[in-house]
Each structure stands twice: as C-alpha cells, then as structure tokens.
C-alpha cells in the first residue's frame, strides 16, 4: 500500500533546487523551515542566485543548521556584504527538531534541504526532508522504473 503524500508547502518563487536529492536517497518525512538570513543574503537570493546542491542540516545543541549552501555574494553590498558559505541557523519548533535528533542519531538518517524557495508572504523557507541513502542497486532500480514510466508515456501518446 503506498504512502500518502504529505501536503504541500505555499511556494510561490523557488531560488535554489537540490534535484538529485530524490535519486540519492529514500525521502521519508518532509519538514518547512525558515532561515535566519542577513540583509544582503535576503537581496542575493531575491536575484535567485544560490545552490544547496553539496549542503546537508544538522542538529547542533537543540537547533537545526544549515551547513553547506551557498548564497553568493550581492554585487552591490560593499562592506556589509555576507560569507557566502557561512552556516545558517533554520527555524523550527522544538517537537521538530527533537524528531529529527531522534531520528539522525539512532535510525542513521540524514536531513537534506531540498530546495529554497519564498512563500506567499515573502518570507525565505527551506523545505527539508529526512532521508536515508539509497545503495547503488537502489538508483539502479529507482532509473529503471523512471525509464519503464517514461516508455509507457510514450507508447500511449503513440496509440491515443
């Protein structure tokens, strides 16, 4: 029986996407998070630049951290200007965090950031997901069916 999917977060402007994400690991349990941002790190990512292809969030004394992404520099933020690759404290309740402590330090999990993106309010949001790494006869399969879904696409739009 298939799981159901969890509900969708408001997303109106997606910044940064980690695609391969859902290729290197079993996704499990989806969580949204706001991130403590400075002025010119707000600015640099309202211009959609930024990556979080090799970040990863880990829990650090009862807060959650984002380690590893990168937000360049803003081109017009002279000496007030941000560390690209600094670490970024992510916003969550206290119950969120202490299921993803749980979860990272006695099932092995790991929390991947899967994309950066604003919300209707304006607001930064992350979108993290605990995850579990998939070996390499799980990609194997997991392109397999991918390539299996997309042949069936294509032989009903030859025949319909």
Do not use: C
Request: glycine content about 6%.
């Amino acid at each position: 029986m298939a799981r159901p999917h969890p509900p969708e977060f408001e997303k109106t402007k997606i910044v940064a996407e980690n695609r391969r994400a859902r290729y290197e690991y079993f996704l499990e349990e989806f969580f949204e998070a706001g991130i403590a941002l400075t002025g010119t790190e707000v600015k640099s990512l309202r211009f959609g630049e930024g990556s979080i292809a090799e970040s990863y969030a880990e829990v650090k004394d009862g807060e959650v951290w984002l380690v590893n992404a990168n937000v360049p520099e803003f081109s017009h933020g002279n000496r007030f200007n941000h560390e690209p690759k600094r670490p970024r404290k992510l916003l969550l309740r206290e119950r969120q965090i202490e299921k993803m402590r749980n979860a990272v330090t006695r099932e092995g999990m790991t929390l991947i950031p899967l994309m950066v993106y604003f919300n209707g309010r304006g607001r930064a949001k992350v979108e993290l997901a605990l995850a579990k790494g998939k070996k390499l006869h799980d990609k194997r399969d997991t392109e397999k069916q991918r390539d299996w879904k997309r042949e069936q696409q294509r032989l009903l739009r030859d025949r319909g």
